[in-house]
Structures are given as structure tokens and as C-alpha cells.
């Protein structure tokens, strides 16, 4: 294990480059759908993982005819000694192309602003200069690193791969940023998102209305019903966010779209809710009506575990060692940690940096939790390979 001061003090001297490389990233449009953005971002993540001494591949997305394209994955492998650990982040963020020049990246005080500041840019490169700080100290620990370029929209093409490297590795540590308080992330409610797609039959409006099937008032039966889910379990929550129908007033709506999100923090709860949005999408309340439900991404539920406590424990009491306090919490927002905690790998989240309101004009870094963390990330790195 490394002396926690050397680490310390190696991280510290790594600070201007980080800042500087955070302002690169933070000045590049890479919204999950602006793939050439993305995969400047995975230029720069690759060379990092080079010059760090891994193995670095690169997967580029093969879209179907219907399917947008997306970022490549980047996966670094540095073989080393100990306990394997498998590093993941993701490059993508939720901001369509031009808002990196209409917010750059800039400074206030001690907080850094910018798209995608804190989400997760800050925790790329928390993850990369927690590896070259262990590796200044002459520390080898066997890390992989995947950089994801799809997390924001559910990680439909990454995920293949994370599955694919999980069981290699002996325990999973995500780079998102930890919450505004600072606390680390143990528990996340489980995602699905769905489209449902409703049919029916157009008809004049002032003439004949009853020879219409209007798909609109159909959807409106699915949101009142899909909403009323909420509760009914413990931890769910159902959202129909979005509605799409009908082409003219005077037209009895022929088709009609809902996009809906559905949460919850059990496996249980999470299945019995989603069995339910499946019933009540096969049961139209209108005659004739037809239904088609898509589940277009989802994530399990990342229960906690007795492992991924010991590994919670052991983020604990080094951050004790640096002289801070640190503590973990539960988060209705789901990450790559929900794929390798439902594997039944020991898997914590929010290593990077302090930040908050992500996805948001007002998201920001706290500049001054840069290198406390990434220190903390480099030290239980080294203690997990030991244990």
C-alpha cells in the first residue's frame, strides 16, 4: 500500500494538468448522440490509458438501418498484481451540440462549470490520475478501465461489453462524481425505459366521430393507470414523461406515443412493476385500439450487499486517514454500477469528485474535492488489490 501522503502529494502535483485537461473535455459537444464528439473524447481517454502503459482497444457502434450512431467503447487493461478491479466510466453527457460554446468551461471561485463538468468529466479523469499517481508510487495494481459512450441513454451498446468484462474482476468502482454532500453512492434504483405505441382509427371529428378509435384518449386511460403504479410498491415510481398524437383537431386521433420511465430500488418491486406496465399495455380500455410496448433501455436495480458494504467500509476508513469524513447513500438515478452490481460483483459508485445539479445550466465542479478524492480513489484502488 502506498504512503497516503506520497499518493497525496503526487496527486496534488498532477492538479494543473487535470484542470487543464477538464477544460478540454468540458469545451467538447459530446451529448450521447454527437459521436464524433464522443470519440474525441475517447481519442483523448485512449492516449491517457497509452501513456499510463495499458492496452487500449477501441469498439466502434455498428448501427442498424434504425439505430442512430453512437461513441466507441474504450477498454484499457493494466495487468498488475493483486485483485483485479475493473474501472467505468462514460464520456457521453446530455447536452445537444453547441452548448459547449455557449457555456465553456470556466472557473468561479472554487467551483469549475461547464456541460458535463461534473458528469462525468471530472470522474474520467479522477479515475485516470488516480492510476498515474499509484503508478508514480510504484504501485502496479491490475486495473481495466472502460469509458462508456452511451451511459446517458442507458448504455444499450456498452453494456454488451461491461457484462462480457465483469466476471474477470474481483470488485467494480464507477466514476460518477459523488452527491452535492459529498457522500459516495452504494445503492441505485433500478430504469426501464419504455414506448408505448398506440393505434387506432381516424375519423372525421364533426361528422362521424363514432367511426373513430381515438389513440389519444387510449393514452390517456395508460397515463392515469401507469401513474397510479406509483406507491404501490415500495420505492416505485412510474413517469409517463412524454406524449405524442393525433395530426389535426378535427381528426379523431388515429395514432398516439407515450414514453414512460419506471423506477424502483428492488428486484422485486422493479419486476412486479414492470409485469404490470406489460398488462395494462395489453388491456386497452378502448375497443379495437391496438397496443405495442418497447422496452427501449433499463438497468437492474444495485441492491447493497455485504460485499459492496466491506468495500463502503474500507472507502470509509481511508478517507478517516486523509481527514475527512465520508459516508455512502442511496440514489433513484441508475448508472453502469446497476449492470455489475446485478452480477453479483461488489460494485460502489460517486468516486469522483464533488458535484451537482448534473444535467443541468447550473452544474458544477467543487474544485477543492479534486484532489482529496482522487487520492481516496487511488488508495482504495491500491487496498482492494491487496485484500
Known amino acids: 500500500m502506498p504512503d497516503l501522503s506520497a499518493l497525496r502529494r503526487s496527486v496534488d502535483a498532477r492538479l494543473p494538468r487535470f484542470l487543464s485537461e477538464l477544460e478540454t473535455m468540458v469545451n467538447i459537444d459530446c451529448g450521447s448522440y454527437t459521436p464524433d464528439g464522443v470519440n474525441r473524447i475517447a481519442d483523448l481517454v485512449s492516449d491517457a490509458l497509452g501513456e499510463l502503459?495499458?492496452?487500449?482497444?477501441?469498439?466502434?457502434?455498428?448501427?442498424?438501418?434504425?439505430?442512430?450512431?453512437?461513441?466507441d467503447v474504450v477498454v484499457g487493461r493494466l495487468p498488475g498484481e493483486g485483485s483485479s478491479i475493473l474501472l467505468i466510466g462514460h464520456m457521453d453527457t446530455v447536452f445537444d451540440a453547441g452548448t459547449a460554446a455557449a457555456r465553456p468551461f470556466r472557473i468561479d471561485g472554487d467551483r469549475a462549470r461547464g456541460p458535463g463538468v461534473t458528469d462525468m468529466k471530472a470522474g474520467l479523469l479522477g479515475g485516470l490520475h488516480a492510476i498515474g499517481a499509484l503508478r508514480e508510487a510504484g504501485a502496479s495494481p491490475s486495473v481495466t478501465f472502460v469509458a462508456n459512450p452511451d451511459e446517458e441513454i442507458g448504455s444499450p451498446f456498452s453494456t454488451g461489453y461491461i457484462r462480457a468484462l465483469a466476471p474477470e474482476h474481483d470488485a467494480v468502482l464507477v466514476l460518477e462524481c459523488a452527491r452535492a454532500n459529498g457522500d459516495i453512492v452504494s445503492a441505485r434504483k433500478g430504469i426501464a425505459d419504455y414506448h408505448l405505441s398506440i393505434t387506432g382509427r381516424a375519423a372525421h371529428a364533426g361528422v362521424e366521430p363514432e367511426k373513430g378509435r381515438s389513440a389519444i384518449v387510449e393514452a390517456a386511460h395508460q397515463v392515469l393507470a401507469l401513474h397510479a403504479l406509483n406507491g404501490r410498491w415500495p420505492t416505485v415510481t412510474v413517469n409517463a414523461g412524454v406524449v405524442h398524437g393525433g395530426t389535426r383537431p378535427n381528426v379523431v386521433a388515429e395514432r398516439c406515443e407515450l414514453q414512460v420511465d419506471l423506477r424502483a430500488s428492488t428486484r422485486e418491486a422493479f419486476d412486479a412493476a414492470a409485469s404490470e406496465i406489460a398488462r395494462l399495455a395489453a388491456s386497452p380500455t378502448i375497443a379495437d385500439v391496438r397496443t405495442e410496448l418497447r422496452r427501449i433501455a433499463s438497468h437492474p436495480p444495485m441492491e447493497k450487499s455485504e460485499a459492496s458494504d466491506a468495500l463502503v467500509a474500507m472507502a470509509v476508513g481511508i478517507a478517516g486517514e486523509l481527514g475527512f469524513e465520508l459516508h455512502d447513500a442511496a440514489t433513484g438515478g441508475a448508472s453502469d454500477a446497476n449492470t455489475t452490481a446485478a452480477l453479483g460483483l461488489p460494485t460502489i459508485d460517486g468516486l469522483g469528485p464533488v458535484g451537482g445539479d448534473d444535467h443541468s445550466v447550473d452544474e458544477w465542479l467543487d474544485v477543492s474535492s479534486i484532489a482529496p478524492r482522487t487520492t481516496l480513489l487511488a488508495a482504495l484502488i491500491a487496498r482492494i488489490s491487496e485484500s
Open 53 to 71: 502503459g495499458a492496452s487500449v482497444e477501441r469498439h466502434p457502434h455498428q448501427p442498424s438501418a434504425e439505430e442512430a450512431r453512437l461513441g
